[in-house]
């Protein structure tokens, strides 16, 4: 890849976002990259697999599936680049994928070994604060989840179950699903679970299917939710 398409590519990534022309200059000649691509239908990286790498969307969608511990449901949703893949997998006490991210198209990537992005954390501030604010943000986010006003109504709960299990709150979200599962697990019965379900799918906010539940646009869910 030529240099000034590395730079730009870089300039649009999470982690390297705010360096300035030098910082990328020395980035670029000490960082060893992996440039790959991903075809149709392959896996970037499945759930369980050890994290030694970062990697980077840089261009292209991916599928995102998450699935409960005990396999009852998964829970689909889209990342498109320019993003990064987990990257606070590669520390702490699990040091593997918890979802599997698959390409819906073909997807590039770039990839930094585990020893690269030391190094980059001890002589790059900019990487290091980026790296820092998204794991953050994410340590922000859940430990807020117990404060917040209990979901009292069937739909509250409906809607707080997708968006605690979503890595963004928003865009398309799909739920594989049993209706007694999902019933059981917001603790309502699966008839009036059913009706709610059924309401939101006339509303045109929903569309159901057996054992699935899509939504378009969990945004607009949410923004109808708190009204």
């Excluded at 030391?118 to 980026?130: C, G, T, V, Y």
């Amino acid at each position: 890849m030529a240099l000034e398409n590395i730079f730009e590519k870089l300039l649009e990534l999470p982690l390297f976002q705010g360096m300035s022309h030098n910082d990328l200059n020395q980035v670029v000649a000490h960082t060893k990259f992996g440039f790959l691509k991903i075809a149709r239908n392959k896996a970037v990286v499945s759930e369980g697999d050890t994290c030694q790498h970062i990697y980077f969307l840089t261009s292209g969608s991916v599928k995102v599936e998450s699935r409960a511990d005990d396999g009852c449901y998964s829970f689909t949703e889209k990342m498109t680049a320019p993003d990064v893949i987990q990257p606070e997998r590669l520390f702490g006490l699990t040091q593997r994928y918890t979802k599997s991210f698959t390409a819906l198209e073909e997807c590039s990537i770039l990839r930094i070994d585990k020893q690269q992005v030391l190094r980059l954390i001890a002589e790059q501030e900019i990487f290091r604060l980026n790296l820092l604010n998204i794991i953050s943000t994410q340590s922000q986010r859940i430990s807020h989840q117990p404060w917040r006003q209990p979901a009292t109504t069937i739909r509250q709960k409906i809607v707080r179950f997708v968006e605690s299990r979503s890595l963004r709150p928003a865009g398309p979200k799909t739920l594989h699903i049993r209706m007694e599962d999902m019933a059981r697990l917001i603790a309502e019965s699966r008839l009036n679970l059913s009706r709610e379900l059924n309401k939101m799918h006339d509303e045109g906010i929903i569309n159901i299917t057996r054992g699935e539940i899509h939504i378009p646009a969990l945004e607009k869910l949410i923004a109808i939710n708190n009204r």
